[in-house]
């Protein structure tokens, strides 16, 4: 079945970049999708990329998607606190009329001053 | 907007009784999902609605679970009887069909 596998912790200090991991199993996703969650919080949409894309880059987000390996990365330029939160891979899974989001287990990003 | 809502945000009640989450979508989104979050488990989606009728329930773990959607802005999901396994953040999220989830706040539910 689909499956969505990320690595559980990262920590990294301040300033340094932060890479962020996934892997996925639906070779048919049209789309794969980064979400943030802050402690206490839901989960926010933070970026997409559409599977004829490679290369994705907002701000100091930059997503690549290699889809032979199946692999999606986050990177985050310039990690701050405020970017400690956990991260989702999600990618979309089929069922009935409209696919729904398969989730990874997070990525927990810590960010040492 | 005000985006997903959800009610309570906190829910503290003793085993056995009975638990309704509540949960008003974005209004225009065609599509609700429940999800319960977990350290053990993680995400996981229990069941989600498309125009109101439920599309996909295989994630309710018992039959103690029930979710209803009686019109399109406004979503239930009730344990009854609850047990302390139940304990989590409950979740809702909305969306239009080919957007990303808009997702609430969630319900930190604990049964003791």
């Known amino acids: 079945g689909e499956d969505v596998e990320q690595s559980l912790f990262l920590s990294v200090r301040e300033g340094d970049s932060s890479v962020i991991n996934c892997t996925y199993t639906?070779?048919?996703?049209?789309?794969l999708y980064w979400y943030k969650q802050e402690p206490g919080a839901g989960l926010q949409l933070l970026t997409y990329?559409?599977?004829?894309?490679d290369m994705k880059q907002d701000q100091r987000l930059t997503v690549l998607l290699n889809k032979k390996d199946k692999h999606l990365s986050l990177r985050i330029a310039d990690t701050q606190t405020g970017d400690s939160a956990i991260y989702f891979c999600?990618?979309?899974?089929?069922?009935?009329?409209?696919?729904?989001?398969?989730f990874g287990k997070g990525t927990k990003l810590s960010v040492k001053p | 907007d005000a985006g997903v809502i959800q009610s309570p945000r906190h829910e503290v009640t003793e085993m056995g009784q009975e638990v309704t989450l509540r949960c008003k979508p974005i209004?225009?989104?065609?599509?609700l999902f429940w999800y319960r979050q977990t350290m053990m488990r993680g995400l996981e989606l229990l069941i989600y609605?498309?125009?109101?009728?439920?599309?996909?329930d295989s994630g309710m773990p018992e039959d103690r679970f029930s979710a209803k959607m009686p019109n399109a802005s406004f979503s239930t999901l009730k344990i009854q009887p609850s047990e302390p396994r139940d304990s989590a953040v409950y979740f809702c999220?909305?969306?239009?069909?080919?957007?990303?989830?808009?997702f609430g706040s969630g319900t930190r539910l604990t049964v003791v």
């Open positions: 999220a909305s969306s239009l069909e080919g957007d990303g989830y808009t």
């Open positions: 999600a990618e979309i899974g089929y069922g009935g009329s409209q696919g729904n989001l398969i």
């Open positions: 990329i559409f599977s004829n894309m």
């Open positions: 639906d070779s048919s996703s049209t789309y």
């Open positions: 609605f498309n125009n109101n009728v439920p599309i996909d």
């Open positions: 209004s225009g989104h065609n599509s």
